[in-house]
């Protein structure tokens, strides 16, 4: 049975990149563009793994983070931003990595891989 992936992109066009992608690896993906629809979907719909974007409008990703480590403490987040500045903030250390934005999505799948396989990351890759 194909995991089940959350991406929380408020970029629609970056989104629709991640869907795609990670969809032609075999996962099943789905994509909401906020915080608190994250936090709404993992509540109604636990995924196996849930790909986060931090900096949104309204309420952030490290805000959802803690709202969905409430839920789910074992959930695996991989947090994905721009940012590499925000792997400093002890808020997002409850992610199993950190994988900073490129247009190469290599890096993003392989740690998605691992995880969904419960294999170990090592190194955390920056998380």
């Keep these: 049975m194909a995991k089940q992936l959350l991406v929380v992109e408020d970029d ?66 991989i947090i994905n931003t721009a940012y590499s500045a925000y792997k400093d903030n002890f808020m997002t250390w409850s992610a199993v990595a950190y994988v900073v934005k490129s247009s190469d999505l290599t890096e993003l799948k392989e740690v998605v891989g691992k995880v969904v396989r419960g294999e170990s990351l090592e190194g955390r890759y920056g998380a």
């Design 12 to 77: 629609e066009s970056e989104g629709l990149y991640y869907k795609l992608a990670l969809e032609r690896e075999g996962y099943v993906v789905d994509v909401v563009d906020s915080a608190d629809a994250a936090v709404a979907y993992v509540r109604e719909h636990p995924p196996d793994a849930v790909i986060l974007d931090i900096n949104m409008p309204e309420k952030d990703g490290i805000e959802a983070l803690g709202e969905m480590m409430a839920i789910n403490p074992k959930l695996p987040v």
